[in-house]
């Protein structure tokens, strides 16, 4: 059992990663500043797990507050998911990723040091590939030129963690390149709640499913793959979250920096997801093909042996299960966190 920092806690990724590092036995404690999550997603992890977590709420910017979880906490690992994640976003208002992105990421790092705590999982993303490289992406390719800010502040903080792992042998780091999560807890207790109009596909689809969104917008039916749509590795989050266990109890264990892509490997096309969809939770989906969005590429899927090699992970759910669960997890809350 160890005690575990999570920044960015109580959003997506972060609170399924906490139910599962409590059902682990772990002690979880969260910072997070709500800025674009719900502390009532807490609430039900604490419900779920039938155990407790500490939560703070503040930002990982602020150099006083992380002095002072780590005087209070004796803390042994951190998860770092903390910081803005829209690419449409991040082309308008650059200098807000970079501030939270990495300048946030770099006063966590300063404040482990203060701290003595050396152990870091690092939540990462699979844009950070170079777009020339040729599906399924494995860890040794080259990672490239980011068409998007989110996808360069992620590489630019992989780049300051593998330096940093290089300098120092005391530093146990884990990057883990998340594909495409979706889904939710089977319990539609916690799931995928994005603030304004989603960036992602699966909240588009399940908000035109409970009418909150007129249609869904399928960006390009020209590319070079099998239906014309895009190409993607959707992951289940709580496969996801199992993974980030496995990184901490192997960073535990070991020193130096490893990458692991976290996908199933599976390439699924966006006119598979809606028509899987309608089918598996027998709704209707309205939708219309638009232009393709910039910097999007036609495939992308994971080459996922070295995750399950080093970790011992293995995805256990499949498509129709996201697709069950993210409909299940929406249907229960038509508003999100928000109350009716």
């Known amino acids: 059992m160890a005690k575990i920092l999570v920044t960015g806690g109580a959003g997506y990724i972060g609170s399924h990663t906490c139910l599962e590092l409590l059902n682990a036995q772990h002690e979880v404690v969260v910072l997070d500043n709500l800025s674009n999550s719900s502390e009532v997603s807490l609430s039900r992890v604490q419900a779920l797990a039938n155990k407790s977590l ?4 503040g930002d990982i910017r602020d150099a006083q507050i992380l002095d002072q979880i780590f005087a209070q906490h004796p803390i042994d690992a951190v998860i770092h998911f903390a910081g803005l994640k829209a690419v449409g976003e991040s082309q308008v ?15 966590l790092v300063q404040a482990m040091i203060r701290a003595k705590v050396f152990k870091l999982v690092f939540s ?37 963690l593998q330096k940093l792992a290089k300098s120092n042998a005391i530093w146990s780091i884990a990057l883990l390149r998340y594909f495409n999560p979706v889904g939710a807890h089977k319990s539609g207790q916690i799931g995928e709640d994005p603030h304004g109009i989603p960036n992602n596909l699966m909240p588009f689809v399940t908000q035109v499913a409970v009418g909150r969104r ?12 099998p239906d014309g749509t895009g190409v993607r590795d959707y992951i289940h989050v709580v496969d996801l979250a199992c993974a980030h266990v496995l990184a901490i109890q192997n960073r535990l264990n070991d020193t130096g920096c490893r990458v692991w892509n976290i996908g199933t490997g599976n390439g699924i096309s966006v006119q598979q997801i809606k028509d899987t969809f309608e089918r598996v939770n027998n709704v209707h989906i309205p939708f219309e093909y638009a232009p393709r969005r910039a910097g999007d590429v036609a495939t992308t899927f994971a080459d996922n042996a070295r995750a399950v090699a080093e970790l011992g992970w293995q995805p256990k759910f499949g498509l129709e299960d996201m697709l069950v669960d993210s409909w299940n997890w929406q249907k229960q809350n038509p508003n999100g966190f928000m109350p009716d």
């Open 54 to 57: 500490t939560f703070i709420q």
């Open 93 to 107: 208002i650059p200098h807000a990723y970079f501030d939270h992105n990495v300048a946030g990421s770099i006063n």
């Open 124 to 160: 990462s993303s699979a844009t950070v590939y170079d777009e020339k490289n040729i599906s399924p992406l494995s860890e040794d390719m080259p990672t490239g030129m980011p068409s998007n800010n989110y996808g360069y502040t992620k590489l630019i903080v992989e780049q300051m």
């Open 214 to 225: 007129e249609k869904l917008s399928i960006f390009g039916h020209d590319y070079d793959t």
